[in-house]
């Protein structure tokens, strides 16, 4: 990897961990990593051109069928891929078809672009993550192999200790915070060889322990205002992203947002 190397335009793909949930701005929109990155990238490279395609609850045969052609016509210097996710906490989930789609995506992204980078999505440590581990595991040893085959880079967030902590993570416990965010926007701003500015990796003070009442009262409001929400659109085949636009859908001069 070239250090120090000139990006131009940047093109990000995915669901709500690349559209940016749960980094909240004033106006209620969200901003993300990928945002911070493009943000970072235009300070140092006059008509630096962003486009982000992702939008929350896409499962990977849509990223396929909905942004990947749209990012792949773009011609960026830089493509994120990040999907098959929200596939591996599904109830029923056909690996096969899974690593099929993202291997299709990466196909038709790598030749693209200049650099195509993939990521080792991160997980909050919790029964959750224990519970899907070995689905998660079987599809970041995909990414592994489609980078190796295809020249892309990978950015192992999954292997990250700060990012599996619980404080790292949002109240709904599936989207990472703001700090969080700004943590990944790192990683791939050293991943694509340009000067590190900040150790993302550097762990969290000790965590204050609190009571058994204060923890089961967390976890009976997340199951109210989250959990049984998310059950529920599971049931009915319905997603948070239904009918939502992605945010930035043209390669356009990036310009941060107001305020």
Not at 17 to 46: H, I, K, V
Not at 63 to 82: K, R, S
Not at 130 to 135: G, L, M, V
Request: include cysteine; charged fraction near 25%; aromatic fraction near 6%.
């Amino acid at each position: 990897m070239e250090m120090n190397a000139s990006y131009t335009s940047f093109v990000a793909v995915g669901d709500s961990f690349t559209e940016g949930m749960s980094d909240l701005l004033p106006d209620g929109t969200y901003r993300g990593w990928a945002d911070l990155l493009a943000e970072r990238l235009a300070a140092r490279t006059p008509g630096f051109r962003y486009a982000n395609l992702a939008v929350r609850g896409k499962l990977i045969g849509q990223i396929v069928d909905e942004q990947v052609g749209a990012a792949a016509a773009m011609g960026a210097d830089v493509v994120t891929l990040v999907g098959g996710l929200n596939d591996t906490l599904r109830p029923k989930c056909d690996m096969v078809r899974v690593r099929d789609l993202l291997e299709e995506a990466v196909e038709r992204l790598a030749p693209s672009c200049k650099t195509l980078v993939l990521m080792r999505s991160p997980g909050r440590s919790g029964p959750v993550l224990k519970r899907f581990r070995p689905r998660m595991e079987e599809l970041f040893a995909h990414v592994d192999a489609l980078a190796a085959r295809h020249g892309a880079l990978v950015v192992d967030l999954y292997g990250s200790s700060v990012l599996s902590d619980q404080r790292m993570w949002d109240v709904d416990r599936l989207h990472l915070t703001t700090e969080g965010h700004g943590r990944v926007a790192e990683a791939v701003w050293q991943t694509l060889g340009l000067d590190a500015e900040a150790d993302w990796q550097a762990l969290l003070p000790p965590a204050m322990r609190t009571n058994w009442a204060a923890r089961r009262a967390a976890d009976l409001r997340f199951a109210r205002r989250h959990l049984g929400p998310w059950i529920g659109r599971r049931l009915t085949g319905r997603s948070s992203g239904d009918g939502r636009p992605a945010k930035r859908p043209e390669l356009l001069p990036y310009e941060p947002p107001a305020g």
